[in-house]
């Protein structure tokens, strides 16, 4: 019994280096020819379809509850504006309530109470850019004195990645098929192709400053475009 198990263990620890011999051969043999590595982009256009602003009602009295109370009247008029421009609850967020104690500083002198300022700024989403400059115009009437935006954006991104990633993919193939010619070789097949990242750019929001009554020329948004991009990793087998 004890010459039986010996002599399977040594069939065993023979057959192991075979093993892993065959083993290094399989990795080695993954690419038989040259390997070719690329990096590729593929950039598309689109003009956004959508603007975010931020519009706020900043107010300012000698009494905390006066100053909430101030506040909560005028931001009812921006919301009711908001409403009535067409504006649906789900594109209207709130982003920021506080109320802050206002002092006086003089020169050798303890800070002095002034007031308080109170703020309440919501997020509005547009979906029609091209009547953002008028509910902008609507809501500075009727009192918001805080504006900032625009950010511009894709609603629905994806479609247009998806057509960057094609133009990446199409990229990284003709730059293959042009090392190949230059090296004499020719493609066999693709061994590999991964997503190395993508790019949706949303410009920073600019300040825009109005002061709490209508203008007498209308707010303008002009979208522009804005480019998006996807990068491919991309690996050839040359032969």
Not at 75 to 87: D, E, F, Q, Y
Not at 139 to 168: C, F, H, M, S
Not at 180 to 203: D, Q
Request: charged fraction near 20%; glycine fraction near 6%; proline fraction near 5%.
């Amino acid at each position: 019994m004890m010459k039986t198990l010996a002599a399977a263990l040594l069939v065993g620890a023979a057959a192991l280096p075979s093993a892993a011999m065959a083993q290094q051969s399989t990795i080695n043999q993954t690419i038989a020819g040259t390997r070719l590595d690329i990096n590729a982009t593929g950039e598309v256009t689109r003009v956004p379809d959508i603007a975010i602003i931020s519009a706020g009602v900043v107010t300012r009295a000698g009494t905390a509850g006066s100053a909430i109370q101030q506040n909560a009247a005028r931001m009812a008029r921006v919301r009711s504006a908001l409403k009535a421009a067409g504006i649906e609850d789900r594109d209207i967020q709130t982003s920021n309530i506080s109320l802050n104690p206002e002092y006086r500083y003089d020169n050798n002198q303890p800070p002095r109470l002034t007031g308080y300022s109170a703020s309440n700024t919501v997020n509005v989403r547009f979906r029609e850019i091209a009547n953002a400059g008028k509910v902008i115009d609507a809501l500075v009437a009727e009192g918001a004195n805080q504006i900032n935006g625009p950010t511009l954006t894709l609603d629905k991104p994806e479609a247009a990645l998806d057509e960057a990633r094609a133009r990446a993919i199409a990229a990284g193939r003709a730059r293959a098929e042009l090392y190949a010619r230059s090296l004499g070789l020719r493609i066999v097949r693709i061994v590999a192709v991964s997503e190395s990242g993508s790019s949706y750019p949303v410009p920073p929001p600019m300040p825009v400053m109005m002061e709490a009554r209508a203008q007498a020329a209308s707010s303008k948004i002009d979208p522009g475009e804005q480019k998006l991009q996807v990068n491919m990793a991309m690996t050839f087998e040359l032969q």
